[in-house]
């Protein structure tokens, strides 16, 4: 009989600045995968984003809510020893383009180093949303351009209203 996955935890870091129909599908397919996983948004007082870490992990709350093994939370320092803490043992990522391998690869590499045990999960992303991104769809929003289909729903009320009030941009 194959392992059960139920005591697996993996855990699906990222930015999310904000949440895309990419990421959510990727949450989707995800937990399948592990009995639960963890979505943790990387809280960087080095970058400037657009959504505050206490935004983006709101924003992932809602996009779950009816997912019953999905955990959001936010972390800080090396994901490596957070995935550790959180008792993970594979981490996920997703992949669109050979242009991310790149990118991807080092930092798989990097936390193999840094924790062996822990196991880096690659997912092609979806073909009709290989090309989304959080940094083209804040520009397309900025610029006043067409988002829907790219975002939920609620995400695209909240960069509207975030680029209509640019005393918050
Ligand atoms: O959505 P992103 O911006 O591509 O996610 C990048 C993220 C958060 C996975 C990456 O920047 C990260 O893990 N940062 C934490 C710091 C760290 O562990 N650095 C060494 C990674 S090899």
Avoid: C, W
């Avoid at 955990?71 to 993970?88: C, D, I, K, P, W």
């Avoid at 991807?104 to 991104?133: C, D, G, H, K, V």
């Avoid at 509207?160 to 009030?165: G, H």
Wanted: net charge positive; charged share 25%; proline share 4%.
């Amino acid at each position: 009989m194959a392992p059960s996955t139920d005591s697996v935890v993996a855990l699906y870091p990222g930015s999310f600045d904000p949440l895309t129909n990419g990421h959510l599908d990727l949450i989707r397919r995800a937990r399948r995968l592990a009995g639960t996983l963890v979505v943790s948004v990387l809280n960087n007082e080095a970058k400037q984003p657009l959504f505050s870490v206490e935004e983006r992990v709101e924003m992932l709350r809602e996009a779950t809510a009816g997912m019953g093994n999905v955990e959001v939370t936010s972390f800080h320092g090396l994901l490596a020893e957070f995935a550790a803490r959180r008792g993970a043992t594979a981490i996920v990522r997703g992949i669109r383009a050979i242009s991310d391998y790149e990118y991807e690869l080092q930092m798989a590499l990097m936390n193999r180093r840094l924790r062996p045990e822990i196991e880096t999960m690659f997912l092609l992303a979806a073909e009709e949303n290989s090309f989304i991104s959080s940094r083209l769809v804040k520009e397309v929003a900025r610029l006043g351009g067409n988002v829907s289909g790219l975002v939920p729903k609620f995400v695209e009320s909240r960069l509207t209203a975030r680029f209509l009030n640019p005393t918050k941009v």
